[in-house]
């Protein structure tokens, strides 16, 4: 018999995930605490669940993406949580960022309940979700890995990075990575325009060479746009950023460039802009005067 599928959170990557999952032969059964989100997933044929916990009872594997850590513990351990239900011999997946301590506190309680954890965090936005290309970085047992691998691999590419912990950590990694780039890519987006360089073409032009790369091409037409829609949230990024430096912090690594880009997306965030998307943190960098001889 297949595994029947549960998700937990219907947000942005969610729906990505849902959509996907159901495009690829998957009854899913779903829930969010949001009703508006919950009737727009059953639209798409989500088959609706009362709580985080009656979709633990429905379901084989229990995938949950939601927006922090508070969240996850709140669908897993909480009163209406997975807990709540006869969890023995199902796996949990969180594909959600959420902080090491607290994913293998839960890992451990799951475990005292007869369930696998694995932490699978993802990278790659809502479009790779539904398209199935993500980059999943998880952590947890081989047992448990070797059961979700099929699904998974409707999913995008999953790497086993280790036991449980070790899938949150490589997302640190990732974010240190990606989140900085949203701070370079903008820096020089500003140097293009003030030299009068055509900056569509830049992504094109530079993709042969070491600075080429997929978030290039993604984030640049966006900031030259002005085009903020959230493909993911400003605090999103600064809750990702925070967790990353107190991660940092815990084992005594410096990492000042994380740093300054936690500073900008504060201002980003204080200045009113945390619904926006993360490559708004452009218009914290002046736009620069055309070349065009003008004072």
């Known amino acids: 018999m297949s595994e029947r599928i549960g ?5 942005l ?16 059964v779903g829930y969010d605490p949001d009703p508006g989100r919950m009737d727009e997933a059953a639209q ?43 969890i023995a011999g199902k ?5 959600s960022t959420a902080e090491i301590k607290t994913t293998l506190r839960i890992a451990a309680e799951l475990a005292a309940r007869g369930a696998q954890f694995v932490d699978a965090p993802v990278s790659g936005g809502p479009g790779a979700a539904e398209a199935g290309t993500l980059a999943i970085m998880a952590g947890g047992g081989d047992a448990a890995i070797a059961r979700i691998a099929p699904l998974m691999r409707d999913l995008g590419s999953m790497t086993h ?3 449980n912990g070790a ?10 990575i990606v989140l900085t780039n949203y701070c370079v890519l903008a820096e020089a987006l500003r140097l293009g325009e003030a030299y009068g360089v055509d900056t569509a073409k830049i992504a094109t032009a530079l993709a042969p060479g070491h600075a080429g790369s997929n978030l290039m091409p993604v984030l640049l037409p966006r900031m030259i746009a ?22 940092a912090a815990d084992e005594h690594v410096a990492m ?11 201002l980003l965030a204080a200045s009113g802009r945390s619904e926006l998307d993360g490559s708004a943190v452009v218009t914290l960098y002046p736009e620069a005067k055309q070349p065009d001889g003008a004072s």
């Open 7 to 11: 998700f937990i959170g219907l947000g």
């Open 13 to 28: 990557m969610g729906t990505g995930f849902t959509r996907r999952l159901i495009a690829t032969g998957h009854a899913v």
């Open 44 to 86: 798409r044929g989500v088959q609706p669940a009362a709580s985080a916990a009656d979709v633990a009872k429905a379901a084989d594997i229990i995938l949950i993406c939601v927006i922090n850590t508070a969240a996850v513990e709140d669908a897993t351990l909480g009163s209406r949580g997975i807990v709540q239900a006869d």
């Open 91 to 95: 796996v949990v997946v969180d594909h």
């Open 161 to 163: 990075m280790g036991g």
């Open 167 to 176: 899938g949150q950590a490589t997302k640190l990694v990732n974010q240190t």
């Open 226 to 247: 002005k085009d903020f829609r959230p493909l993911g949230y400003v605090r999103q990024i600064l809750k990702d950023l925070e967790m990353l430096q107190a991660a």
């Open 256 to 266: 000042p460039m994380a740093a300054q880009a936690l500073t900008l997306f504060r």
